[in-house]
């Protein structure tokens, strides 16, 4: 036994109430410091900035196009992440086989990679012969659908890690008992594992949207920054800081925290009524 | 909801989404169904490059998609996608590298930049120099010369005056891109920074304080076309429009730059090129090739370069001065220098006998042209280069009194010669080996074993040329390889990039 944690027994009823307190203050100063880090930096963006600005960038019709093409791409990632993510952390998480760890190993590698050399190697890909005779049914370089790829790309790497670990808690004998019972084991996913699993999915579903939502070195390599065309929210605050139009850039900025938050909350709390009506 | 609901739901939004995003894609098509033209810009110079496709999409109808990024991010994307038609550089050394690696054919420039010293609005420091950068303590912000050519053009200039150390040891922060530089001095992270006089003005909180001793250090914003374009004549014209000087150039100029001096705009622009006979064979289908890709008319007139020369003089200081020159002879060119820029050579030719098939006179010399009895033909020295020339060397020789006995013929060009040759009504005649490329093998072609027996073919621009972009990137289209090879074809040795005495 360490001195410490003789101290802390000896400590023990004495001093509990009292250093309870202490403890919890301490988490809760160092958590605040970050939340007021946040929040600071929010509000230094908005002294760069003013409903005029925002709603003058809402009025450019490429900011709206950026706006709309943002949401969509965004919930259309999250979406394919979720379906690749579902199956890929079930698997992960249920079974051991030969090579997992570079399996693993994989998987971290849209995490750890520079954005910017993901959306070189996609545009790299997409100029091999199998990627020329695929844009030929289907143009993807510079086109709308690479900005949902290379978001993809990215996201789905999280969506994988935060499904792992929901079906790593999810207990196996639920799913066990229900086989024993007569259920297959698509049954067993279906009815026992994705119910349990529903905060987590909705946890990694957000994930990858917020990641989807703030993409910007994949896009602007692999779908450019057209006008109107592939620019979506990041793009344009890029385009606008690359010509000293520091205003609109935060205004466009602040727009995307806005859609981000309301999106989240809002998400956030049919998820969890949901979760509650379902365990009703 | 059970789970399967779920995820059916998750289906239907998906292709609810792809249908949204499907949606713009087909209203957004154009009518005529001309697709886009694809144009990587510089980030930096995006305000009146946008302005300027803005205007051409509604003259022209053509749909401009505009792609921004740094300018040598766009060249490292364009040299693995492959595809676009125009690319817009802050700098023409981006546009250098793009030519040396085959992505860029013609290049426009645009707008001049000179670097600046970017200071807050009323230059609270008062910095003046760049000695009060090295000699202060101001914070320095400074565009990486790596990355960003402004950072390479000033570091560039302080190297060769041995500046650099002092300098770059003063350096606070360095930044990828010019904007990086001036967002810095704007938030007020630094005191001064590096840019470019356009970036400078583009903020109204900034001062420019200039810097004459860097005139070295000035560069241009230059638009290229791709050689990826799969609609060069389009992608050319767009070009054209922003180089042109009530065009695109007023964007520039609007939005802050100092743009050059353009051609004026033309859909279909006429350039009036007067070039010596004997060139006629080797350049033809280079100039149609350019008047095809440029979209341009080239009217060409070819004759003795004795006759261009009279007509460019009687001409001079009107507009019936041509557009350009290709002289037979740099001689040519020194009479009408004053009218033109400085001029290019690019090949020369030497003279030949021309010998019917066989040489059945045995004629291996000029003397042997003196023979009596001999039906000679030569070009005349009053309308053409190759007289003009063939006569001072005769004159030297001593061979001027000798052969004028047997001169049958003086023509103004030495195509004449070569049919007169054919047809059999001269035994020999001087031309150049241009001339006789031709008729190689039907007739018998000597060399004349004179260093000075040769002629070298210069271009230059007029003076006063309203379109001197245009005609300086025919000079460019006739120093391509594939123009080399045609000149090489016809009897000329390529000679471009050498200096030849007069």
Known sequence: MTPAREGAKARGTRGGLASDTLFLAVLGAVGASYIALIVALLVADASFSSPGHILSALESPAIRYALRLSLISSTLTAILSLWVAVPLGYLLSRFRFPGKPLLDAILDIPIVLPPLVIGLSLLILFQTPPGRAFERILPVTY?????????????????????????????????????TLGASRSQAFWLVVLPQARRGILTAGTLAWARALGEFGPVLVFSGATRMRTEVLPTTVFLELSVGHIEAAVAVSLLMVLAAVIVLVVVRAWGTRETLTSIR | MTSKKGFLLSVVAAAALIALLAWPARKGSTPTGAGPLIVYCAAGIQPPVEAAARLYEKERRVPIQLQYGGSGTLLSSIQVARTGDVYIAADESYIAIGKEKGLVAESIPLARLRPVIAVRRGNPRGIRSIDDLIQGDARISFANPEAASIGRQVAGVLTKEGRWDAFSKRITVSKPTVHDVANDVRIGAVDAGLVWDATAR???????????????????????????????????????????????????????????????????????????????????????????????????????????????????????????????????????????????????????????????LKLLSLQDLARPGLRVGLASSEHSALGFLLASILDREGLGGAIEPNVKTRTPTADLLVNQMRTGSLDAAVVYEANASAVRGVLDVVPIAL????????????????????????????????????FQATGFRWIAGVSVPP
């Open chain 1, 143 to 179: 086109e709308v659908p690479s900005v949902i790829l290379a978001q993809f790309t990215v996201a789905c790497a999280f969506a994988v890690r935060a499904l792992r670990a929901t079906f790593e808690q999810i207990h196996p004998r639920q799913e066990q008992v229900a086989r």
């Open chain 2, 202 to 360: 583009q903020y109204p909180e900034l001062e420019a304080v200039p810097l004459p001793a860097f005139e070295g250090a000035r560069s241009r914003v230059t638009a290229g076309v791709l050689t990826t374009s799969k609609v060069p004549t389009e992608a050319l014209r767009f070009a054209r429009y922003l180089g042109a000087a009530e065009k695109g150039l007023v964007c520039f100029k609007t939005a802050g730059y100092e743009p050059v001096e353009g051609d004026p705009w033309q859909e279909e622009p006429r350039l009036v090129l007067h070039a010596g006979a004997v060139t006629r064979l080797a350049i033809e289908e280079t100039v149609a090739e350019f008047e095809a890709r440029e979209g341009a008319k080239v009217e060409r007139v070819y004759n003795g370069c004795g006759i261009l020369c009279a007509t460019i003089q009687a001409a001079r200081g009107t507009s019936a001065v041509p557009d350009a020159f290709f002289a037979c002879d740099v001689s040519f060119m020194e009479q009408v220098e004053d009218e033109f820029l400085p001029s290019v050579t690019l090949t020369e030719t030497r003279m030949v006998i021309l010998a019917a098939p066989g040489n059945p």
């Open chain 2, 451 to 486: 260093p000075d027996a040769r002629a070298a073919q210069p271009y230059a621009v007029s003076r006063t040329s309203r379109q001197k972009n245009l005609a300086g990137r025919l000079l460019d289209a006739l120093r391509s390889e594939p123009s080399r090879r045609r």
